[in-house]
């Protein structure tokens, strides 16, 4: 027993000066895997770069930490036969390793950042695909209340493109959103690496299109709210201008007597006179109709 208890602190002294000089090169290795991680903005790059970072940074975890617990594994078997002064000296320089390992805090707190900026990049995109699928949808709905407005009673013209004017007022406060986004997702100034100047392209080519759509819209829209005046002025003239006539035409139907005298003929005269202005006052009320 004394013999193989030798021989397993001999083993202990090995490995802990072994796992010392290892992990030593972990930490440098750890340090400048630190300073690869960096933002990207091609989208698909920059989730395969997440993932590489993210798989790097758990492999140097998880290897400073088993190191780390096997230094202490070995300084527990070297204490049984080691004085204590020397386990001061020992204690102290666990100590000083122990206090490096914030380098993978550092690491894990880089790749969590890295991701928290691609999981905003991958809303902002979506955000912006959704949007620019949508404007096409609009766009068709538009088209199609101006290609079948002769089918539509002004009334329902004025409604859809009501419906519309509210779709298009949503989704324009999403692309304030997305411009306030774009501002602290993306690098501002001068020179913008070019990913990054694509997706404000995308966003700037978005906006001024549903901005135009939205004019367009409005405009139609006034036009249509005219029509409704227009449609309802053409109602009540028709529905004042349908009786009459329907009474007009009976009288036209029975004609006229033939008079006997000077007041018949009179009276005739008369009569004959009012129909006829009354046909010129209700014939200006069809003709604004």
Do not use: H
């Amino acid at each position: 027993d004394r013999l193989k208890l030798l021989q397993e602190t001999k083993e202990a002294w090995v490995g802990y000066a072994e796992n010392n000089e290892t992990i030593a090169a972990e930490f440098e290795n750890a340090e400048g895997e630190i300073k690869k991680v960096k933002k990207r903005y091609n989208l698909a790059s920059a989730l395969d770069d997440l993932k590489k970072r993210q798989d790097i940074y758990n492999t140097s975890n998880n290897k400073i930490t088993g190191l780390f617990d096997s230094i202490n594994s070995n300084f527990k078997c070297m204490c049984i036969t080691m004085p204590d002064d020397k386990k001061k000296i020992i204690e102290k320089e666990i100590k000083a390793v122990g206090e490096k390992l914030e380098v993978t805090g550092r690491f894990k707190e880089k790749v969590d950042k890295l991701q928290e900026f691609c999981t905003a990049l991958s809303n902002f995109d979506a955000s912006l695909k959704s949007i620019d699928s949508w404007k096409d949808d609009a766009t068709a709905e538009l088209n199609d209340i101006k290609a079948a407005s002769d089918k539509m009673v002004p009334e329902d013209r004025v409604a859809r493109t009501m419906d519309l004017q509210e779709d298009i007022a949503a989704k324009m406060a999403i692309l304030v959103e997305n411009a306030a986004t774009e501002k602290e997702l993306l690098p501002q100034g001068d020179k913008v690496p070019q990913d990054a100047q694509d997706f404000k392209d995308e966003l700037n080519r978005i906006t001024k299109y549903v901005t135009e759509l939205q004019e367009k819209t409005k405009s139609e829209c006034s036009k249509y709210s005219e029509d409704v005046k227009f449609w309802a002025e053409y109602r009540t003239g028709i529905k004042e201008f349908t009786p009459w006539l329907v009474e007009s035409e009976g009288s036209c139907t029975e004609g006229l007597a033939k008079p006997t005298n000077l007041d018949e003929v009179k009276a005739l005269n008369e009569k004959v006179g009012t129909f006829a202005k009354s046909c010129e006052n209700f014939l200006k009320v069809l003709m604004s109709a």
